[in-house]
């Protein structure tokens, strides 16, 4: 999927032939390769405790599956799957991979990053959406939240996104050495890349509009509820959770998705000029950050979201602070025992 310039010292053109003045557009990957090293140390503590709590909190959510739940798990995994292909853009990156890494990262990890990426966009538009639900009280509102109806929605999520990204693995490629993962493919396999990247676009888009509309309705809601001050306390506390969530996915997603179709259109050579590509690239790169950034920040939404996984994760620290006392008061007294003992031989 993702089709990043990698310059290789043999300079081979697509047509076999040494390079003519070829644009290098990845080197200043250096700040970059630190931001996405932040992202997976950050981000791999969050997602493993998070694993831990939902898997120790698992017995109490047994039968009472609600919709929340159905999407916080499934984001968990998207994260998971990103966690689990990063190292591989980052050793690509870093220009330390081998022929065969840098093969697979366009065949493969390339791919899973943006299969999670997209999955968490559709997840989080789903939680938005569901969040304003849950204080629509309506019989239709209701059997959205049935934990069915989610199940269902976040299956044809990954079936699509399967169905779109998985042929960007299979589909032919060229062999040589190449100068981009664009170049490695065959003419079919960038057409399909192109196109997938216009009906996640798509995706995205629809996702957006779902987002947009829960927060409309909710501040409607918010404006009409001035005269019962129960209902402003309700529909004010639904305006703050779905404003900031919506706030947090406009900043994450929107700034990726306004440099992603004029770099598409880069890599397809609809756009030639060199530093008009280089600064998309720096401009993909800035903004595919800011996407993946999610990842270190979903756990502090499974914390606030799933009561079940807050209050396992609460035990956890409890336990973690009587422990951490208690080895403080044993160590204190293996410190003072020998001063006590001492001071009774002197005394005798």
């Known amino acids: 999927m993702e089709l990043i310039t990698v310059l290789h010292s043999s300079n ?18 250096g700040p970059f390769i630190v931001l996405y090293i932040l992202i ?18 698992r017995r109490s959510q047994v039968g009472q599956q609600i919709s929340t739940y159905v999407y916080l798990i499934n984001l968990l995994v998207a994260d998971i799957l990103l966690l689990f292909a990063l190292p591989f853009k980052i050793l690509k990156d870093l220009g330390s991979a081998s022929w065969k890494l840098m093969v697979f990262h366009c065949q493969a990890s390339g791919v899973i990053i943006y299969i999670s ?32 109806f989610a199940w269902l929605l976040t299956m044809v999520v990954w079936i699509l996104l399967l169905l779109i ?4 693995m299979v589909l ?33 888009l629809n996702a957006s509009a779902a987002v947009l509309i829960s927060s409309a309705l909710a501040l409607k809601r ?14 004010r506390r639904v305006v703050l959770s779905v404003t900031a969530m919506a706030l947090a996915y406009t900043l994450s997603f929107v700034p990726y998705h306004v440099v992603r179709t004029p770099y598409t259109l880069a ?9 008009t590509k280089r600064q998309l690239f720096l401009g993909k790169e800035s903004t595919l950050f800011l996407s993946l950034l999610h990842v270190c920040l979903d756990p502090l939404l499974f914390f606030n979201l799933d009561a079940a996984f807050r209050e396992t994760v609460r035990r956890l620290l409890r336990r973690s602070r009587n422990q951490a006392v208690e080895a403080d008061q044993q160590v204190v007294q293996e410190v003072m025992l020998p001063k006590v003992h001492a001071e009774e031989d002197t005394a005798v």
Not at 165 to 168: A, D, F, R
Not at 267 to 275: G, H, R, S
Request: hydrophobic share 40%.
């Open 12 to 29: 081979i053109t697509p047509t076999g032939g040494p390079a003519e003045n070829p644009c290098i557009v990845n080197d200043q990957m």
């Open 40 to 57: 997976f140390t950050l981000g791999l503590p969050g997602s493993l405790l998070s694993v831990w709590g939902f898997i120790q909190s």
């Open 117 to 148: 990426l997209y999955a968490s966009i559709a997840f989080l538009a789903f939680i938005i959406v569901d969040r304003y639900l849950k204080d629509h009280h309506t019989a239709r509102s209701l059997r959205l939240q049935e934990s069915s």
């Open 165 to 168: 990204m998985v042929p960007n």
């Open 172 to 204: 032919p490629t060229k062999d040589y050495k190449y100068l981009s993962c664009s170049s490695l493919k065959e003419k079919i396999s960038l057409h399909w890349h192109t196109l997938t990247v216009f009906l996640n676009t798509a995706l995205f």
């Open 222 to 235: 918010l404006l009409h509820s001035h005269s019962d001050p129960k209902l402003w306390l309700d529909a």
């Open 267 to 275: 890599q397809a050579e609809v756009i030639k000029n060199c530093q």
